[in-house]
C-alpha cells in the first residue's frame, strides 16, 4: 500500500470514530434530558396530588345544562 492510501485509510478510521463518539454523547445527552423531564414531571404530579384543593371548590356539583 502507498502512504497516500495508508493516510486515507486512517483517516477515514479516525472520522468514523469521532462520528460513533459524538453519537453516544448526543445519545447520553439526550437520555439525560429525558430522565430530568420525567422527573421533574413525576415530582409536579406528586406536589399536585399533596396540595389541598382550591376553597370553594368540591362542595356542591353542578348538573345544569
Do not use: F, H, W, Y
Not at 7 to 35: C, H, I, P, R
Amino acid at each position: 500500500m502507498s502512504v497516500s492510501s495508508l493516510a486515507s485509510a486512517a483517516v477515514a478510521n479516525q472520522q468514523g470514530q469521532l462520528a460513533q463518539a459524538m453519537q453516544t454523547a448526543m445519545l447520553k445527552a439526550s437520555s439525560e434530558q429525558q430522565a430530568a423531564i420525567a422527573d421533574m414531571l413525576t415530582e409536579v404530579a406528586q406536589e399536585s396530588a399533596r396540595a389541598a384543593p382550591p376553597k370553594g371548590t368540591g362542595t356542591r356539583l353542578d348538573i345544569s345544562v
